[in-house]
């Protein structure tokens, strides 16, 4: 299967490039970035992610996509949909976004955001899109509630994939089809 390539009028969304490394490692190792996962990654972790969304791209035709700045044909970061990990205490489908710290603040996030959902209900046909995001992740909770996403306080939790500590916090956003 053919990875999906998704665009807005700023951006594309496409399958990870070997090019991609260097700002995706950087993006990784900044903790401004990461600062709601716990840890830094290095490039050999870097590496081993690109591939690993590479890989999921290709044989569903969905997933974590790199973001791409069309005019500048720049990487900016990833975003896309995914299934919830095993380890969740709901399940579904999840939506997110990530970029580098040059890119926060122009409306990226939510523009890709935006086709990210839309694919999913349109092409996938999922009846609900959750966002998993650190409790005091206050601007991505931003795009997540711009999108038109609810946060559900019931379904808050101890995200099993962080270490303990405050970050652990989660919080779940829903979005149904309309």
């Given at each position: 299967?053919?990875?999906a390539?998704?665009?807005?009028?700023?951006l594309?969304?496409?399958?990870?490039?070997?090019?991609?490394?260097?700002?995706?490692?950087?993006?990784?190792?900044?903790?401004?970035?990461?600062?709601?996962?716990?840890?830094?990654?290095?490039?050999?972790?870097?590496?081993?992610?690109?591939?690993?969304?590479?890989?999921?791209?290709?044989q569903?035709?969905?997933?974590?996509?790199?973001?791409e700045?069309?005019?500048?044909?720049?990487?900016?970061?990833?975003?896309?949909?995914?299934?919830?990990?095993?380890?969740?205490?709901?399940?579904?489908?999840?939506?997110?976004?990530?970029?580098?710290?040059?890119?926060?603040?122009?409306?990226?996030?939510?523009?890709?955001?935006?086709?990210?959902?839309?694919?999913?209900?349109?092409?996938?046909?999922?009846?609900?899109?959750?966002?998993?995001?650190?409790?005091?992740?206050?601007?991505s909770r931003?795009?997540?509630?711009?999108?038109?996403?609810?946060?559900?306080?019931?379904?808050?939790?101890?995200?099993?994939?962080?270490?303990?500590?405050?970050q652990?916090?989660a919080?779940?956003?829903?979005?149904?089809?309309?």
């Open positions: 299967m053919t990875a390539e998704l665009t807005t009028p700023r594309l969304l496409r399958q990870w490039q070997d090019e991609d490394l260097d700002r995706w490692a950087e993006l990784n190792a900044d903790p401004q970035v990461r600062r709601y996962f716990g840890t830094l990654l290095d490039r050999e972790q870097s590496a081993g992610s690109l591939e690993h969304f590479r890989t999921e791209l290709a569903r035709g969905w997933g974590w996509w790199a973001v700045l069309r005019s500048e044909r720049r990487f900016l970061g990833f975003a896309g949909l995914d299934p919830v990990d095993p380890e969740m205490p709901f399940d579904g489908v999840e939506a997110g976004w990530r970029l580098h710290r040059d890119a926060w603040g122009h409306g990226y996030a939510t523009e890709a955001g935006r086709t990210v959902l839309r694919y999913g209900f349109e092409e996938l046909g999922l009846a609900e899109i959750l966002a998993v995001i650190a409790a005091g992740n206050t601007p931003a795009v997540a509630e711009r999108l038109g996403m609810v946060h559900d306080p019931a379904a808050d939790f101890l995200d099993p994939g962080v270490p303990p500590g405050p652990q916090r919080v779940l956003y829903r979005l149904a089809r309309d």
